[in-house]
């Protein structure tokens, strides 16, 4: 294992990776690769450091947008495809910057603004001092964010990490997805989607040509109740796995345990069976529920559909994941 680097050796070294990306996207010559490192998409975050997102140190860069609407989701503010404003009514001071700012004039610190007025422009959370309001969410060129992915790439080829494309759904935005996949690989970076499934086998396997790694959620196995909780069939998703699976691709499943929903015998039976099944798969992580969506749900001006549900217990997991064992699959507890 490595050993962890101090925080001026970092700034070196992301200074080294900088430079080397410059230089890198400077020498781009081809019309068409030019033309794509400036397609756009919309992401909310990129975090760098990353342990969760697959194999090594990673930067796990999140798209915005996603057709599935599960009540566990622990990032609400990915599931609308365009910005969105944030208010964090505690940190408001009342100093009118942000009414100055707003070209409407409805910016009224601690206070939302009507959603089918505002803009979602960012000019009061430009101008507001404290932080109090935020846009989440900005559109991104390719280019922008290989730049920076590739910040980190010393930390990358310690670790046998690389980038991890998460969301929202990013197979949502596939043709922006495409592109920072191929862009990233024409780098030499290891790539991994994060995916619920849910899009065309067209898609699923266009994307595949690009990526080294899958993390594949597998939620609910029962269709109907796959409907109810998540609003959209179950049948594209298992259908774009095997398909996946059969052409050798590399996937980690990923089985979100929420008690009360999925963490029934009967489920975890159905999980155990189907992902046994597959011909290539056989790694499974079981990601018990938390509540960290909570205070974001309220940030963005609505109350967590969960409410006060619990997080299953150390011996609901360790049970969980014994029987998905049973069925000889590779289980690990966590990202
Ligand atoms: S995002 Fe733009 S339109 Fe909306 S409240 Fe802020 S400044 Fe006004
Ligand atoms: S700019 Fe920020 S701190 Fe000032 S009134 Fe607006 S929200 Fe509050």
Known sequence: MASRPTTASRRGIALLGRQRADATLDRTADPGAAAEAQRTGVCFDIQRYSIHDGPGIRTT??????????????????????????????????????????????????????????????????????GARQLTGRTWTVREVLEAVLRDRPFYDQSGGGVTFSGGEPLAQWRFLLACLEAAQAQGLHTAVDTSGFASQRTVLAVAAWTDLFLYDLKVLDPKRHLRFTGVPLAPITRNLRALDATGARIWLRMPLVPGYNDDRANLEAVATFAASLRHTRRLHLLPYHRLGAEKYARLGGADPMGDAPSPTPDAVEAAAALLRGHGLDVHVGG
């Open 61 to 130: 860069v999140f798209l915005k947008g996603c057709p599935l609407a599960c009540p566990w989701c622990h990032n609400p503010e990915s599931i609308a495809p365009s910005p969105e404003l944030r208010v964090l009514a505690g940190r408001c001071v009342r100093c009118g910057a942000c009414t100055a700012a707003c070209p409407l004039g409805i910016a009224d610190g601690p206070n939302l603004p009507d959603p089918a007025r505002c803009l979602r422009c960012g000019s009061c959370a430009a101008a507001c001092p404290t």
